[in-house]
């Protein structure tokens, strides 16, 4: 019998296949925001002139722009932003841009709503440690345009990397989901290939291991079936024809239902869990975590959920197939690495990344039992 618990967040809208620049002055003014606060991701910012239109469309809706958050979002930038939006007055914070800024943005609506105003203070908003942290819950709210494909905006919670530990930390309030999420496919088009390619293998990732978890449900099954045929059918459209906008628009739309087990309670497994470790402490970018580990994770669970991981690579177009050799191959061909060696990371760090892995939220959960650090090592023995 299915068990479980279904956790709808607070988001208003998902507006897609428009351009963000108009959708997101309907937004403000939906939301009677006078003074919003942009948080972009830089390139965007210095290299194009799509932020600086979206500003003049805002006029002086506008109070500011950070642009100045590393990958996977460390501590000492969230506070920099968030004496930026604290000085600017903001009443909103738009993020146009990938992973770790719409996850920067959600650690600074907890600083801003609970006086955060120095990194080491961040241990005060932390999720999970022993009893839950008496959070003021943020006023200050958000609104994200993607332009990757990680699905991070989709999900009430953030991770933040302390850089003394090296360890990338969960941050988690209900009224983290963002109040719309915008997706056009036309402001996608300044992704980097790689990035963009590489954060959709983590939606696929988001999809299979909620498909293969122990603990997935129809409401879960039903959304990442479908996000995980429309990812396999428009990645490999996008690497062919990087102009073309349905495919680009299907990547997007895939990815939010890739969002779906997660949204509804169902844990990832150790592929999200080991990428957690190989983002935060070696810099690997956070889609690569997913290119390198998925399949050896899905090898290394097989003996468990042969069944679960043949509706997997029925979804993806190889009825009757090993799912592991459709995920490598899919991988392979859109030009993705596919070996720990191939991100620079080696066998003499596989013992620190195996003990680091167990105190992340996912590898516990990993539908084969993992007991302990020997067995990630073999997981990580097949990614080598
Ligand atoms: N909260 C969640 O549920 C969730 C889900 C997925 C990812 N994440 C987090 O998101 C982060 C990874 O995000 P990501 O993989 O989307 O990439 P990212 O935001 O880390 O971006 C990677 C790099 O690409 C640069 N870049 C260049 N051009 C860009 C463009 N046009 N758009 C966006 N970035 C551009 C960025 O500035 C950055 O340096 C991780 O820290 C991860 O933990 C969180
Ligand atoms: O919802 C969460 O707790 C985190 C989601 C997550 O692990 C997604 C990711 O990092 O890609």
Known sequence: MHKGRVVFGAMDEVVFGRPASEALVEQLIRLGSTRAFLMVSGTLNRETDEIENIRRGLGPRCAGTFDAMPPHTPRAAVIAASEQARAANADLIVTIGGGSITDGAKAVQLCLANDIRHPDDIDRIRAGRGASPQLTAPTVRQISVPTTIAGGEFSAAAGVTNENTKVKEGLRHPLLMPRAVILDPWLSQHTPEWLWLSTGIRAVDHCVEGICAREAHPYGDAQALMGLSMLAQALPRVKADAKDLDAR????????????????????????????????????????????????VMRWNKSVNADRQ?????????????????????IRNLGMPRSLREVKVGPEHFDRIAQQAMATPWVPRNPRKIEGPAQVREILELAA
């Open 249 to 296: 628009m299907d990547c997007q739309i895939g990815t939010w239902l890739s969002t779906g087990p997660l949204a509804s309670g169902v844990p990832m497994g150790a592929s999200h869990g080991i990428g957690y470790v190989l983002g935060a402490e070696f810099g690997v970018p956070h889609g690569y975590t997913s290119c390198v580990m998925l399949p050896s």
């Open 310 to 330: 043949a509706q997997v690579a029925a979804a993806m177009g190889h009825p009757n197939e090993d799912a592991g050799d459709v995920l490598d191959a899919f």
